[in-house]
């Protein structure tokens, strides 16, 4: 019997690609699993009408975690265009599955680990391509359950909703174009939500010897959602008296993030904010094809790359593939594989540093390796380690 059940999700696109790449390296390692096939994004919903079906929740639910590959997400309209036919005028709506599973399985936080890893030539660079000082490691927690990600939404608004805004003077401007002509997302924070994602910042600082966590807000024109997330982290932070805290607004960030990537170490923002800063601090470490991320919650997790599904690109094994692999290192982590993980990172290390085998967007179109050569070069250096 395996040591592991892992539900297998390659989703839509280059998502199978990089699972391609995923299972050559852990099989070579000989991480000691079973694989349940679980469908999952843009086919499903064609076809059924569903991109998250109910037989892939009971094969989660049967799983210790998931590893998941990348989803092909569009507009409402043309999600309607891409169903067949006989589903077509049925009321159906397209939600993201990623967005479903974070809140059916309560998977509270996102960890985002950004580092820039010797001889990546993707690497930041500052203003005249000189090397930035210090080295770029920093981690975003993202709380992933609530905020602007919701998913509570409203066009046209419904009338009790609109007249309940209208109450407010604040409305005024809104007030004669009609409720059919408004539409309304929502921003819903909980003081539970937001003491869990800081007090998990600050636990991961103290457990890894990180020296500073920073709130990123805007609580000076969100006033009371930025309010109750920036009173939750200070009360949090109060605990933690040997780490330094301090808050930035999510604009100010962005500027300082690229002028001074190597002052930060460990970020913490809500839903929406943790999402435009994880890519961000993404492409200071070479873009979306070395940034991973874990969904994780009390009991159970859900692994991805960051990276969308590139439909383009789809079947070519073009794509890197080290996002998906550092994903897997944080999936062993998770699972309690420590020396297995360690083995994992060290290889995607030496071959980023040694630089020989890499895919187009490090070489440059025309001269890069395939993915599963990438995978191969990184099964071979974890064999040696």
């Not at 019997?1 to 839509?12: C, L, Q, S």
């Amino acid at each position: 019997m395996a040591k592991h059940r892992i539900a297998w999700m390659p989703g839509d696109g280059v998502g199978h690609d990089v699972m391609d790449a995923a299972r050559l390296v852990l099989d070579t390692m000989g991480f000691d699993a079973e694989y349940v096939p679980a469908d999952i994004g843009w086919e499903c919903w064609r076809r059924e009408g569903d991109a998250l079906p109910a037989r892939t929740i009971d094969a989660l639910r049967s799983a210790d975690c998931a590893l998941f590959g990348a989803i092909t997400s569009k507009p409402r309209d043309e999600a309607e265009a891409d169903l067949d036919p006989s589903l077509r005028g049925r009321g159906l709506v397209y939600t993201s599955p990623i967005v479903r599973l974070r809140q059916l399985f309560d998977l509270h936080t996102n960890l985002r680990p950004c580092r820039a890893y010797e001889g990546n030539p993707l690497n930041f660079r500052g203003p005249e391509a000189s090397p930035v000082e210090g080295p770029i490691d920093i981690v975003v927690f993202r709380e992933n359950t609530e905020g602007m990600y919701a998913g509570v939404e409203f066009f046209p608004l419904p009338r009790p909703v609109y007249d309940a805004l209208c109450a407010n003077p604040r409305m005024t401007p809104w007030r004669e174009k009609g409720l059919e002509n408004v539409a309304l997302s929502t921003r819903i924070v909980s003081r539970q939500g937001c003491e869990r994602i800081c007090r998990q910042a600050f636990e991961f600082a103290r457990r890894h010897a990180r020296k500073r966590v920073t709130l990123v807000e805007k609580p000076n024109v969100l006033r009371e959602t930025g309010g109750l997330m920036t009173r939750a982290f200070r009360e949090v932070a109060r605990d933690y008296p040997a780490i330094t805290s301090d808050e930035a607004n999510i604009d100010a960030i962005c500027m300082w993030l690229l002028k001074n990537p190597s002052d930060f170490d460990v970020l913490v923002a809500e839903n929406m904010f943790g999402d435009i800063i994880s890519d961000l601090c993404a492409g200071l470490v070479g873009g979306l094809g070395f940034a991973p991320s874990a969904n994780i919650g009390d009991d159970y997790a859900v692994f991805e790359p960051t990276h969308g599904s590139a439909p383009k690109y789809a079947g070519q094994h073009v794509v890197n593939p080290m996002a998906m692999l550092l994903t897997v290192r944080l999936m062993l982590d998770w699972l309690g594989e420590a020396s297995l993980a360690d083995r994992l990172e060290s290889a995607i290390a030496e071959v980023i540093r040694e630089g020989r085998v890499a895919t187009y967007d490090v070489k440059g179109r025309g001269r890069g390796d395939s993915t599963l050569d990438v995978a191969r070069a990184v099964a071979r250096a974890a064999a040696r380690a």
